[in-house]
């Protein structure tokens, strides 16, 4: 890290340029030279006019460049009456990744008065098992709205502590009206968290979750739930050889045929990103002995899998 470096001052009047341009190449120039007398002026942008925000992002990136020495003045920074400032902070923190801002953290993730979703983020980040506990808590939210209990859901799966899985395990098996119902207001706003709970189970590996993805794939059988099954079929499909048969078995108990499609799109996702998981011998076998299946899906879906892993015989 560079200290008392003489151009700092020089550039402070151009955070407070009326062209935004101007502020967002300065605060890029002061994320280069990496000065910590340069984090309180880059804060004060986290509430910046400029209408699409560029200005407020460029200015965390300086400060999470700039490191360690930024973690006092944004911890104070979260006491802040302004919202944005606030979550500009914590988003600074989570990026930076120091256990100081962990308790910080928690508290304003408690506080029922504000919004809450970028604590969770942050702290999902930092990945300190303290966090587990009260994330649990917000995912489970009912005064927090979807976005909580999304980002605390994948701050969670984020940091693969055993508590925080059977969490989200059991949100899978959650089959009550009332989750339902949260559910398909996520799905509106800010996307279905509980398909991408299912998916970073996948990429954790987590074995004992295969049951209820594969309970979750067949039962989700309503147009509307097309991107969740996808999500719920990638993650089976991650989770390699011991969730093959299941998956399948998944395919022949719906009748609407709509896992199938949802298992067949998948498998390309994550042949493309991950797959190392698909091209052992053990996920081959159980590909080879569905292609003489009674399910005409099955079978398909099988047939394409080794088609594009190279291992038809």
């Given amino acids: 890290m560079q200290n008392e470096n ?21 605060a890029e120039e002061l994320g280069q030279i990496c000065d910590a007398r340069a984090v309180e002026p880059l804060i004060e942008l986290f509430n910046d006019s400029d209408a699409n925000g560029l200005v407020c992002r460029r200015a965390i990136s300086a400060i999470v460049r700039i490191g360690t020495p930024a973690v006092e003045a944004l911890i104070v920074a979260l006491d802040s009456s302004e919202f944005v400032v606030r979550e500009g902070a914590a988003e600074a923190l989570g990026q930076i990744g120091d256990k100081r801002a962990v308790e910080p953290l928690i508290t304003l993730l ?12 942050a702290l999902g980040r930092i990945g300190d098992v303290r966090a587990v506990e009260p994330l649990i808590e917000a995912s489970m939210s009912c005064d927090g709205g979807a976005s909580l209990r999304h980002r605390a859901a994948e701050a969670l799966a984020r940091m693969g502590d055993i508590r925080g899985i059977e969490v989200l395990i059991a949100m899978l098996r959650d089959e009550a009206e009332s989750c339902r119902a949260n559910a398909r207001r996520a799905d509106d706003h800010h996307g279905f968290y509980l398909g991408e709970v299912a998916f970073s189970l996948g990429s954790l590996h987590v074995i004992r979750a295969i049951e209820p993805l594969a309970e979750a794939l067949a039962d989700w059988q309503t147009p509307d739930r097309a991107n969740w099954r996808r999500s719920v079929a990638c993650a089976l499909w991650m989770l390699g050889a011991p969730a093959i048969n299941p998956l399948f078995d998944a395919i022949r108990r719906d009748p609407t045929n709509m896992s199938a499609l949802a298992a067949q799109d998948a498998f390309s996702v994550v042949y493309a990103h991950s797959a190392s998981c ?35 015989t």
């Fill in 6 to 26: 003489p151009q700092v001052k020089q550039l402070f009047p151009g955070l407070k340029s009326s062209d935004w341009a101007v502020r967002v190449k300065t």
């Fill in 278 to 312: 698909l091209t052992d011998i053990g996920a081959i076998n159980p590909l080879r002995a569905a292609l003489k299946d009674k399910d005409e899906y099955v079978r398909t879906i099988a047939a394409k899998a080794l088609e594009i892993l190279g291992g038809r």
């Fill in 110 to 121: 408690l506080d029922r008065r504000i919004w809450r979703s970028e604590f969770a983020r």
